[in-house]
């Protein structure tokens, strides 16, 4: 064992966690550990200090531990990072992603500039066939589903907190009064918080939840059941579309 390897308790609990694939491109293929911090910047070995990467991923994943968790662990390429934040460039995508995170830019914009945010062919195909399989493009699992077994699973508890998003919002409440709904009620998000708007835009914009899924603009049906049904779901759009917002109404 190397001195900077974790003991394989650790390696067990993180492969466990992990679901036994990488935790960016969800591959299951050529396993590998890596310190989130170095252990020669301070780094323990441990479950927290941990993250699970196939090859690939772990071959250019960025020093810097700001760029990643907060870009390299969310994004497939800077075209998603783009993409999800309706910029011009990687650059704007950045700043708002330093903005949300309440941290410097100039700062921040000299690390990715060091260390960019770069990505091999079988990485990209990794996260297509990702997508392609699981019904969902981005890394985290969406609200109301869990992830079993190669495919999205309809959590019901979560799925009946969907369902009343988009009844609420259909019947005129705003984005602000669905928050002071939930947040009243106790109901948790996916990570246990409190809800915010930019939470129910997320999930009202979503096609996942009238089953199907999103990867670079294309839409394709997933395998995965829906929890809205489609004619509801263009009926959010529109509606989105009627208060000002940039949803695009797609054709299924």
Same mark, same amino acid.
């Given at each position: 064992?190397?001195?900077?390897?974790?003991?394989?308790?650790?390696?067990?609990?993180?492969?466990?966690?992990?679901?036994?694939? #990488?935790?960016?491109?969800?591959?299951?293929?050529?396993?590998?550990?890596?310190?989130?911090?170095?252990?020669?910047?301070?780094?323990?070995?441990?479950?927290?200090? #941990?993250?699970?990467? #196939?090859?690939?991923?772990?071959?250019?994943?960025?020093?810097?531990?700001?760029?990643?968790?907060?870009?390299?662990?969310?994004?497939?390429?800077?075209?998603?990072?783009?993409?999800?934040?309706?910029?011009?460039?990687?650059?704007?995508?950045?700043?708002?992603?330093?903005?949300?995170?309440?941290?410097?830019?100039?700062?921040?914009?000299?690390?990715?500039?060091?260390?960019?945010?770069?990505?091999?062919?079988?990485?990209?195909?990794?996260?297509?066939?990702?997508?392609?399989?699981?019904?969902?493009?981005?890394?985290?699992?969406?609200?109301?589903?869990?992830?079993?077994?190669?495919?999205?699973?309809?959590?019901?508890?979560?799925?009946?907190?969907?369902?009343?998003?988009?009844?609420?919002?259909?019947?005129?409440?705003?984005?602000?009064?669905?928050?002071?709904?939930?947040?009243?009620?106790?109901?948790?998000?996916?990570?246990?918080?409190?809800?915010?708007?930019?939470?129910?835009?997320?999930?009202?914009?979503?096609?996942?939840?009238?089953?199907?899924?999103?990867?670079?603009?294309?839409?394709?049906?997933?395998?995965?059941?829906?929890?809205?049904?489609?004619?509801?779901?263009?009926?959010?759009?529109?509606?989105?579309?009627?208060?000002?917002?940039?949803?695009?109404?797609?054709?299924?």
């Amino acid at each position: 064992m190397r001195n900077d390897d974790f003991p394989p308790p650790i390696k067990k609990l993180a492969l466990k966690r992990a679901n036994n694939r #990488c935790e960016r491109c969800w591959t299951e293929k050529d396993l590998e550990f890596h310190h989130i911090t170095p252990v020669r910047f301070g780094g323990k070995k441990t479950l927290e200090n #941990c993250l699970v990467f #196939c090859h690939n991923c772990h071959n250019i994943a960025p020093s810097d531990i700001f760029l990643l968790k907060n870009i390299f662990l969310r994004f497939s390429s800077s075209k998603e990072m783009i993409h999800h934040y309706k910029v011009e460039n990687e650059y704007e995508a950045l700043k708002c992603i330093c903005g949300e995170k309440g941290v410097n830019y100039e700062e921040i914009k000299q690390k990715f500039y060091h260390d960019p945010f770069s990505h091999t062919d079988a990485v990209k195909e990794g996260m297509k066939l990702r997508a392609e399989k699981i019904g969902h493009s981005g890394f985290n699992i969406p609200f109301g589903y869990d992830y079993k077994d190669g495919v999205l699973k309809i959590l019901p508890n979560e799925a009946e907190v969907v369902r009343s998003i988009y009844s609420q919002y259909l019947s005129g409440k705003s984005l602000d009064e669905i928050v002071k709904m939930l947040n009243l009620a106790k109901i948790p998000t996916k990570r246990g918080g409190s809800w915010a708007k930019k939470t129910i835009s997320t999930i009202l914009k979503n096609p996942v939840y009238c089953g199907y899924h999103r990867y670079e603009e294309k839409l394709t049906r997933g395998i995965h059941n829906k929890i809205i049904d489609a004619k509801i779901y263009k009926e959010i759009q529109k509606l989105i579309c009627e208060k000002g917002g940039k949803q695009k109404n797609y054709d299924f």
